[in-house]
C-alpha cells in the first residue's frame, strides 16, 4: 500500500520552514503531495504558477514529492490524491487556534483522512511568509530565511513593484 499525505500551503514565498517540513513529511510518507493554494483571500505576492515552480524547484533533490496547485476543498483535494494524511507544521502558540480549528472541521468533514502535526527545527519556527515578506519590503535580508533562490525572486518582485510606482 503506498501511504500519500498532502502539504497543504499558500508558500507565498516558501521559506526555509516550509522546506523542513517538506523534508521531514517525505521520510513520513511513500509519496507527499504539496498542494499550492489559490488563495485569493490573501492577495498572494506570487501567482499560482510561480509558487508551484518555486516549490518544484526547491524541492527538486527529494524523490517522493509532487507539487500540485488546488482550488477547492482541502478534504476533496487530498481525497482526490488518495491521501491517508495531511500535514501541517506547527508554530509555538500562535499556529495552535488556527490549526486546531481547521484539523477538527476536516475530520468532521472526513474521518478517513488525519491531519498530522509536524515541527520544525527550533532555529526555523519563527519564520513565516509574511514576515519574510515585510523585512524585505524595508531591505532587510532575508538570506536566513529563504533559499538563495527564493530571496532572489522576492527581491526582483518588489523591485518591479518599487519600479511601477
Ligand atoms: P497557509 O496559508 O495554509 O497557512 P502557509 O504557507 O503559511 O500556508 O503555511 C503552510 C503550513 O506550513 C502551515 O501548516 C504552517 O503552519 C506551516 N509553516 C509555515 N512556516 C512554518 C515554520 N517556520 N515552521 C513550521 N511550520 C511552518
Redesign the pocket.
Known amino acids: 500500500m503506498t501511504r500519500t499525505a498532502v502539504?497543504?500551503?499558500?508558500?507565498?514565498p516558501l521559506?526555509?520552514?516550509?522546506l523542513?517540513?517538506i523534508r521531514r513529511g517525505s521520510r513520513l510518507a511513500d509519496r507527499l503531495v504539496i498542494g499550492v493554494?489559490t488563495?485569493p483571500s490573501?492577495t498572494p505576492m506570487f501567482s499560482t504558477e510561480e509558487r508551484i515552480a518555486m516549490v518544484r524547484q526547491e524541492t527538486a533533490d527529494i524523490g517522493n514529492i509532487e507539487v500540485v496547485g488546488f482550488d477547492s476543498l482541502l478534504m476533496d483535494f487530498a481525497e482526490s490524491q488518495g491521501a491517508s494524511m495531511i500535514l501541517?507544521?506547527?508554530?509555538a502558540v500562535a499556529?495552535f487556534e488556527y490549526?486546531y480549528q481547521m484539523a477538527g472541521m476536516n475530520q468532521q468533514l472526513n474521518d478517513r483522512i488525519e491531519t498530522v502535526f509536524?515541527?520544525?527545527d527550533v532555529c526555523?519556527?519563527?519564520?513565516?511568509?509574511r514576515l519574510v515578506k515585510e523585512i524585505a519590503r524595508y531591505g532587510g535580508d532575508i538570506h536566513k530565511f529563504v533559499t538563495p533562490a527564493v530571496a532572489g525572486q522576492v527581491a526582483e518582485r518588489i523591485g518591479q513593484k518599487g519600479q511601477r510606482g
Open positions: 502539504y497543504p500551503g499558500t508558500f507565498d521559506t526555509l520552514g516550509h523542513d517540513i493554494t488563495n490573501k501541517r507544521g506547527l508554530r499556529d490549526e509536524l515541527m520544525a526555523l519556527q519563527p519564520i513565516a511568509s
